[in-house]
C-alpha cells in the first residue's frame, strides 16, 4: 500500500544514520519482510489483535452530531476503544511480536508524553519482553501518571537528562543505546517517522484501522466522502488513509495542532505553518519545525501527542502531492469538539483526537448528507483529565488538587508515625 521505493516516498524519507546503525535497520528491514509473509506470524497477530487489543474497532454513526452539523453523515472509527485506550498499542504489539520472532530479548522506546510508552510497557508486559523506556526528565516529571502506568506494566523508566530533556533527546539516547546492544535489542519507534524502515513497518502495523474501515463501509454501504485524522508524528492518520492512497476519492484530511496562532513557537503546524521548512533531522527527510541551521524550534500545543517538530515522510510526500489536505486545529477549537461529541454523542475524544473532530465540524457542510465524514478518534479523553479540567472546570479541580495534597501530606505523618513506632520496637 503505497509502500517506500528504497525507502523514500517522493524525495523525503531515507536512512540518514551512522554506520553502526545501519547493520540493525537492515536486518529489521529483512525480517519485516520476511514476516509479513509468514502466515503463522500473521495468524499470531491477528489472533493478539482480537483478544488483547480487542479488534476490530466499532465504526460508530454518530446521529446527533451529524443534524446538528447539517451535512455530510459523521461516523466516528473507535480506536479508543483499544486496549490501552488509544492507537498505539497497534505499532507496539506488532513490532514487539516481530521482534521477538527476531530473537530479540529487549525492548527500548523513547516517549514524550508517554503513550507510546505505556503502549510498548504493556505489550512487552503480554509478550514476556524485558522493556526499557526513555523519557526526557522535564517529560517524566510532566507526565507522572502514564509513567507510573509504565512501571505498574513492569517497564524501567529511564530519565533523560541531555540537550532540553525532552522527546528529541529521548530519540538520540534510544538510538544511542541500540547501536550499543543491536544484538539482543529492538528499538520500537513510535510513529510513522524516522530512518528507513521504520515508516513503512509503522504504517503496516496501523494499516488494520483503515483496511477495517473499508470492510466495515462496504458491509454497510457507506459512501465515505471524507476522512480525518490528526497528525502528530503521522503513525494513527497514513494507518487509517493506507488503503485509500492509491485512490483518487475520499478527500483525506489531516489536522495538525494549530496550538495557540501562527507565531513562531506557538503551534506544531509543519504542513500549513509559515515557520517549517524542510531539513534531515534524526535520521530521515521530512519537513520539520527547524531555524536555518537546523537547529529545532519550540512547538506548542494543548495535545501532548501532537507537539511534535517533525512529521512523517510519506505524509510530507503526500501533502507535497495534494493527495493529503493539511488543516490546523486551534487548541479552542479542540476543546470545543472535545464538549461537542462528549454533551451530543457520549464519546469523549483525546485532544489529540478532538482536532480530528474539529477539522469534521468545519467541513460537514461541503459533503453532501448522501455521504459520510469518517474521523478517527485516535484516543479516549480519560488521560487528558489533568488538561481538560483546569480549563472547563478550574475552581473545583484547584480544590480537588489542593484537598489531594492534604489527604498525602496527612497519609505521610501517619507512615512516618508507624515507621517511627516501628523502629522503636
Ligand atoms: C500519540 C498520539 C497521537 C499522535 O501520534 P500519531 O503518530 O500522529 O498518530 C494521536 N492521538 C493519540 C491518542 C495519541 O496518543
Known sequence: ???????????????????????????????????????????????IRRDYIGRETPLYFAPTATRLLGGAQIYIKLEGLANTGAHKINNAIGQCLLA???GKKRIIAETGAGQHGLATAAACAKLGLDCTVYMGEVDVRRQQPNVAAMELYGAKVFPVRSGSRTLKDAVNEAMRDWAAHPDDTHYVLGSALGPAPFPDIVREFQSVIGKEVKRQCKERNIQIGAMVACVGGGSNSIGFFSPFIDQKEPRLIGAEAGGIGDGVGQNASRMTG???????????????????????????SISAGLDYMGIGPQLAALGSSGRVEFTAIRDTEALEAVRFFARNEGILFALESAHAGAAAIKIAKEISPDKAIIINMSGRG????????????????????????????????????????????
Not at 8 to 26: H, I, N, Q, S, T
Not at 280 to 298: A, C, H, M, N, T
Open 1 to 47: 500500500m503505497a509502500a517506500s521505493v528504497d525507502g523514500f516516498f517522493d524525495e523525503y524519507g531515507g536512512k540518514y544514520v551512522a554506520e553502526v546503525l545501519r547493520r540493525p535497520l537492515d536486518e529489521l528491514e529483512t525480517a519485516f519482510r520476511k514476516y509479513m509473509a509468514d502466515k503463522e506470524f500473521l495468524a499470531e497477530l491477528e489472533l
Open 100 to 102: 521477538k520472532r527476531m
Open 274 to 300: 509559515n515557520a517549517s521548512r524542510e531539513g534531515i533531522v534524526q535520521g530521515y527527510k521530512s519537513r520539520f519545525l527547524i531555524d536555518e541551521d537546523g537547529q529545532s524550534l519550540p512547538t506548542r
Open 382 to 425: 480519560d488521560k487528558d483529565v489533568f488538561i481538560t479540567s483546569p480549563v472547563f472546570r478550574p475552581k473545583s479541580w484547584l480544590q480537588f488538587l489542593h484537598a489531594e495534597i492534604e489527604r498525602l501530606e496527612a497519609a505521610k505523618d501517619i507512615h512516618d508515625a508507624a515507621v517511627m513506632s516501628e523502629k522503636k520496637e
